[in-house]
């Protein structure tokens, strides 16, 4: 399995923009897709976006859509989330997460593709 570090998270005005960071370890980091989800107070965790293990391809949920941008760099074995124009919805735990996957462009969006999860970074978006 891989181990992950997230971070990044923050407090941060409605309109404002905060970059989340994940760290991986352990097993080649080029052998996942990775995501991230969150999780609001009361809310089951949802899917937010994700990169397949090339970083060619990606999927958005749509309420993020235009305003948050996932990358990775195989070479350090991080994931980013660029977050911009957050809004107070946007508000939640902020998890990554890894996927095994055999396909280069394979982009993987639910819950029950993911293997590793890291430990959550807040991300408070005062309105």
């Known amino acids: 399995q891989v181990q992950l570090v997230a971070s990044g998270g923050g407090l941060v005005q409605a309109g404002g923009s905060l970059r989340l960071s994940c760290a991986a370890s352990g097993r080649p980091f080029s052998t996942y897709a990775m995501g991230w989800f969150r999780q609001a107070p009361g809310n089951e965790r949802v899917f937010v976006a994700a990169?397949?293990?090339?970083?060619?391809?990606?999927d958005y949920a749509d309420s993020v859509k235009g305003r948050f941008t996932i990358s990775r760099d195989n070479a350090k074995n991080m994931v980013y989330l660029q977050m911009n124009s957050l809004k107070s919805e946007d508000t939640a735990v902020y998890y990554c997460?890894?996927?095994?996957?055999?396909?280069?462009?394979?982009?993987?969006?639910?819950?029950?593709?993911?293997?590793?999860w890291g430990q959550g970074t807040q991300v408070t978006v005062s309105s």
């Open positions: 997460a890894a996927a095994v996957s055999p396909h280069l462009l394979r982009v993987p969006t639910a819950n029950r593709d993911f293997t590793s």
């Open positions: 990169i397949s293990r090339s970083g060619i391809s990606t």
